[in-house]
């Protein structure tokens, strides 16, 4: 079996280990920070700085196991690359929101482009990773291989964690071929007939890998065997789409993301997880609906808790992706906030690790 490698950049596992043994000895706050492209997810970090830039290189990828490990700070540019190379990708299609996206902030994250509902989110991409603990002690969580993630699973808890648990360093992946065919389609249609049809579609074995509706349209991804791809996309009809749309949403390029700077809609984005099959809902704004409808963006000027009570109702919760904004995400339950409370005490005991970043008391 051919294994390919390659030379890792470089290796600063002890340079960073030594300054959070100093932060926790001091009792001094860090602000991890990777390329900082996704810096206005979440509040504000007042801290010291702990940048894992120059902890970079891929250390192992053998594209016959379908498995890559990286190291943190590598560009996420360069890891697409490498598995590009190979005719594969991480499924998830993550945002880099800029050039100088790293992999950490990738996982850091968690962040997920269209494919997600069909494919799995970064989590399920996660085999294991190396953390550095607040006791500056580098340790390994999980492994290369899906039958070594037993038990309590810290490697994927760090997903979405935003950095408040531990410093990540090095993170090893499932990747997969890419699709022999893709085809998109752009089919008009209002905001009613195409989550009936979405739904209706979801209990078929069609090969939809991406839903989008704005501007009075659908538009969707098909990906997978060329007769299957072929057969779908002559049954559906509708004008043909790029995959340019995809990218640019993805990536938030669309003249819907445009902000006021740009002479655009200045006001707040939010993005909104909610339930499969979910009706229109009663926000004022803007609204793409993306995932087949599960996530939605709105460019809206609601009041923040308005927005937030109307969204509970449909049971699902809000984000903000617009700086400024006092508390970007939704409340915890006081429940939920109990253990994870518990959690953030257990691994970070003296609070250095991104505080308030999720939420003030954390």
Not at 150 to 169: E, F, K, N, P
Not at 194 to 219: C, F, N, S, V
Not at 275 to 304: F, H, K
Request: hydrophobic share 40%.
């Amino acid at each position: 079996m051919e294994q390919h490698q390659q030379a890792p950049d470089r290796d600063v596992t002890e340079a960073l280990c030594e300054k959070v043994r100093q932060a926790a000895a001091d009792k001094t706050p860090l602000h991890i920070q990777g390329g900082g492209t996704k810096a206005f997810y979440g509040r504000s970090v007042e801290g010291v700085a702990l940048s894992t830039r120059e902890h970079r290189g891929i250390t192992h990828y053998d594209p016959v196991e379908l498995v890559i490990t990286v190291r943190a700070g590598t560009p996420l540019a360069q890891f697409e690359a490498a598995l590009d190379r190979q005719n594969q990708q991480l499924a998830c299609e993550p945002p880099h929101f800029g050039s100088a996206a790293t992999v950490g902030g990738m996982v850091a994250t968690g962040l997920s482009g269209p494919r997600r509902p069909w494919a799995g989110a970064v989590r399920d991409f996660v085999l294991g990773t190396r953390l550095i603990t607040w006791e500056g002690k580098s340790l390994r969580f999980g492994g290369e291989v899906m039958k070594n993630v037993a038990g309590y699973d810290l490697s994927r808890l760090m997903v979405g964690a935003q950095g408040t648990l531990g410093v990540i360093t090095e993170v090893s992946f499932k990747v997969l071929p890419k699709p022999a065919a893709v085809h998109g389609l752009r089919l008009e249609m209002t905001i009613e007939a195409a989550l009936e049809r979405l739904a209706e579609w979801g209990r078929r074995p069609m090969p939809i890998t991406a839903a989008a509706y704005h501007d009075g349209a659908l538009h969707l991804r098909l990906e997978g065997g060329e007769s299957s791809v072929a057969a779908t996309a002559s049954q559906l009809g509708g004008e043909a789409l790029g995959n340019e749309f995809w990218q640019d949403l993805r990536e938030h390029r669309l003249a819907f993301f445009d902000t006021g700077a740009d002479g655009g809609d200045s006001r707040p984005l939010w993005r909104l997880s909610l339930p499969n099959n979910t009706p229109p809902l009663a926000i004022e704004g803007e609204v793409l609906y993306d995932w087949a409808g599960a996530q939605r963006w709105v460019r809206s000027d609601m009041n923040p808790t308005r927005l937030q009570e109307e969204i509970a109702r449909a049971k699902g919760h809000p984000t903000c992706f617009t700086p400024g904004v006092a508390e970007p995400f939704m409340p915890l339950a006081p429940t939920v906030a109990k253990y994870h409370k518990r959690l953030k005490k257990r691994l970070d005991p003296h609070g250095i690790f991104n505080p308030g970043r999720l939420y003030a008391e954390l």
